[in-house]
DNA sequence: AATGAATGAGCCTTCATTCAT
DNA sequence: GATGAATGAAGGCTCATTCAT
């Protein structure tokens, strides 16, 4: 009964528990925040008892931590997925913009939640979160950089790219996910895309067919 | 509200005990949030007493909520008078991106606590937001109108003009007061004052003084 | 009950696994008390999974008694088979002694455990203990009263027999238990056996000054 | 409004509120043990709400450790005048079985709990114990050493003084205490207090036939 | 105005026990 | 017999707030 090989998928009752309680607490921590979730809130939209919750996830902050991660990780493998799909330094700037306004059009509450700042994540799973990050940021990098080598993009400093790139949108994002804009991101795509380019585009050639 | 000089004179006024309470709140709010902060932790960073506390604040959210909005009143102020000393559409452009940059920098804590989104304001602060926030757009806005008019600025949705222009200094400040980059905003000031130029002005001329 | 041999080969046997649980039982008892063991600490020392733990013993406190009562009556019979093998008064009454040290230093875990004021029995457990009790007490002073009828030991109260020949060696043994002590109990063995017998032996010979 | 000189001896109330709160502790963990006493129970009997036991004590470790430091001293303390109001050997070694005696039959509650050792102390309580242990014991041992001296007492392994002169009556209490045997110490006192003074009184006088 | 003891609702978590597989 | 996910009552503790002094 269940082979010991895998502790981490054990029947497939157990996924599922797992993954529900993920889907309650999102849904909790979009409504009203991480701090002002209970347990309570979490297991009554979950529909699970107390027990099960820390039998599968140790604490409140494990849940939190494990909706983090696998949150940004879909981002990432997302985000990467389109990047090396597209054919050239334009397209890939764009392609940029265009994941990160179609996921979190996609995802809003997941969004949402990898934004707030409120969450005291354990050691354990801020190095988890450092791995991740750093593996990401190289791939990134690492498919931007012959574009940069070529000249189709600026020399900038390093730290300069995500926010000249990113930025508007996510400045954008941020404040419709907050509810202080209403037209959705998706209606703002090209215009973002548009000035991420010219933001960060080579300066040889005259900018002739950009709208 | 409260002349910044005395912050570190906690005479027995009222005024004086109001300004410690606050640099209190905001030294723990900076340090653990606004939800892991007690009220004992601010009380004892202001050395007052808890009855103290409430008879000047009221609660713990009137703590929070004035130190928000006397953070707020004070960046916008400052923002304004940045903007009035402007003579025309790029240098007031660029104006929003250096004020935004420098007060940041030199207020990094209450900047940090301006970006938190972990408080429950009561309906009362929330509607005075809402307020001081139509007043600051609608000066802005008042300012740049003619610009766009006169075709010194591209004719845009008018949300697209706060990210596209504040959002990539946003984006780096951000990731810079979470600890994420080293270098200090100011030496990347003048790299995103042009990019926010060049992403918003008119489309007529050809833009030979860039660099 | 299950002979002590197999207590590290859990073979599949029903015997075996009640001793291996009983075992392991005894090493978190003796670790953190019976308070501070939880049932996971139990199976997680014993190698077996929680319902078997309720299959064997029915409960946490069934552990616990069934390993008191094995323990004490093991203390029992090996005390009652040193005393029947003494030959008179004060080869008995230092044979008592002798054999409290000795089991004590061969059993430490146990005798600790025997030591514990904080379980709660069940009234069933509390019976069978207060009839092995009585019929170890009878058995003991069955042995002895010969020795008092004939003037080889004194005549005292009925209570006062046990605390003039044990107290000190189990006093001794107590704070060597919980690690007050460093001194083995052996090398003090001969030195409580002689205070015991002085304290009881009959006062015919010598001892005129007793008062 | 009161003086801050003094931050352990408050005002009135609050003395009296600690010590009602320790005298309803100790209700509590006679009749149930430390373990079983819930904080409510603690609460009702002191008729005090929860928030002003954590204000006073901290936690539920932090009474335990409270009562359980202030018994000892207030043994110690009394055991230590009536020593010194002994005149000689033989009287010191008989004041010590008559006041533990004493001492517990009037304080039954206190002494039990002093017995029990299922209580996990905090570092710092332990450190505090170890050091009012030491003084105690040197100032006993500073008392009884110059009787060693003079040959009015038996040259001993230090750690047999204690069980010879203690053990009887210790043992005898702890059997009082927990309901086995019901004859007050009292009327074994004289009994155990010779009993004490035969085990370790000098060997010069008469007492030949020792082994 | 200031003080800090008192209050108690509510939180996170533990853990003995049950039971479907 | 064995397994371990599920259960939920109960526990220790926190903390914003009140109020007598």
Redesign the pocket.
């Known amino acids: 009964?269940?082979r010991?090989s895998d502790r981490s998928l054990?029947?497939a009752?157990?996924a599922a528990?797992r993954a529900s309680v993920l889907q309650a607490a999102l849904v909790c921590f979009t409504e009203v925040g991480f701090d002002n979730?209970?347990?309570?809130d979490i297991q009554r939209e979950a529909h699970?008892?107390?027990?099960?919750l820390?039998?599968?996830f140790?604490?409140?902050?494990g849940i939190a931590e494990e909706l983090f991660i696998d949150g940004i990780e879909h981002f990432n493998q997302g985000m990467l997925r389109k990047l090396k799909a597209s054919s050239n330094a334009e397209e890939s700037v764009k392609a940029v913009v265009r994941f990160y306004c179609d996921w979190t059009v996609r995802n809003r509450p997941l969004a949402s939640y990898l934004h707030s700042r409120d969450i005291d994540f354990s050691d354990q799973a801020r190095a988890r979160l450092k791995e991740i990050y750093r593996e990401y940021i190289t791939a990134v990098f690492g498919w931007f950089t012959p574009f940069v080598a070529r000249g189709e993009m600026r020399v900038l400093p390093r730290e300069a790219y995500v926010p000249l790139i990113s930025g508007p949108i996510q400045e954008y994002v941020r404040r419709w996910l907050s509810g202080h804009y209403e037209r959705s991101p998706v209606s703002l795509k090209a215009l973002f895309a548009d000035a991420a380019w010219n933001a960060v585009k080579g300066e040889s050639r005259g900018d002739t067919a950009e709208r």
């Open positions: 009964m269940t010991r054990p029947r009752g157990t528990r979730t209970t347990i309570q699970c008892s107390v027990g099960s820390y039998h599968h140790g604490s409140k902050d």
